[in-house]
T-cell receptor, first 114, second 111 residues
Framework: DAGVTQSPTHLIKTRGQQVTLRCSPKSGHDTVSWYQQALGQGPQFIFQYYEEEERQRGNFPDRFSGHQFPNYSSELNVNALLLGDSALYLC?????????????FGPGTRLTVL | EDQVTQSPEALRLQEGESSSLNCSYTVSGLRGLFWYRQDPGKGPEFLFTLYSAGEEKEKERLKATLTKKESFLHITAPKPEDSATYLCAVQARHSGYALNFGKGTSLLVTP
């Protein structure tokens, strides 16, 4: 049973650049959420995609955007990178139609902004 | 505003020394409380979901319990491989699908 996969594993960018991170959900899941985890902190919710639409958004600026494809995979895009965007970016998949949707996380993408 | 506070921040145990991790929460309309384990540089691994006060769940050496204000993760006779950061998260009815995480408890179990 394939779990959640993310690519790339690590990424180094400079301030002002743009980055795209990718996620494939666990087999059978149709919903993807993105989280940002700074060092020593718990993950923070960025947004969730269901049926190719952004269903819910956390308290992040619109420099953060995303997309979900018909095969349920998803991308996270961050424009105009800031030093403070350096973090572990986590993708979590779940079943969108259930009331209590347990979220299963991928290994993350470590983004470093110089 | 919803709050999730985990204590202690760090815990060091000897192998076989049982203990408990605490997750206190202030949430109006709890939909679920989730426990995850996270190894360094990796994504969180799902452990348990608890939905209502009084509920308990067990998995190997771990047992999670829930009251109206807090959850405990009891670790019985831990082994060095239980060393990790344990994260607690809540999902509230008013906040939809987002998980609101605490900062975690870093557990080190020494032989």
């Amino acid at each position: 049973d394939a779990g959640v996969t993310q690519s790339p594993t690590h990424l180094i960018k400079t301030r002002g650049q743009q980055v795209t991170l990718r996620c494939s959900p666990k087999s059978g899941h149709d919903t993807v959420s993105w989280y940002q985890q700074a060092l020593g902190q718990g993950p923070q919710f960025i947004f969730q995609y269901y049926e190719e639409e952004e269903r819910q958004r956390g308290n992040f600026p619109d420099r953060f955007s995303g997309h979900q494809f018909p095969n349920y995979s998803s991308e996270l895009n961050v424009n105009a990178l800031l030093l403070g965007d350096s973090a572990l970016y986590l993708c979590a998949s779940s079943l969108g139609t259930t009331t209590y949707n347990e979220q299963f996380f991928g290994p993350g993408t470590r983004l470093t902004v110089l | 505003e919803d709050q999730v506070t985990q204590s202690p921040e760090a815990l060091r145990l000897q192998e076989g020394e049982s203990s408990s991790l605490n997750c206190s929460y202030t949430v109006s309309g709890l939909r679920g409380l989730f426990w995850y384990r996270q190894d360094p540089g990796k994504g969180p691994e799902f452990l348990f979901t608890l939905y209502s006060a009084g509920e308990e769940k067990e998995k190997e050496r771990l047992k999670a319990t829930l009251t109206k204000k807090e959850s405990f993760l009891h670790i019985t006779a831990p082994k060095p491989e239980d060393s990790a950061t344990y994260l607690c998260a809540v999902q509230a009815r008013h906040s939809g699908y987002a998980l609101n995480f605490g900062k975690g408890t870093s557990l080190l179990v020494t032989p």
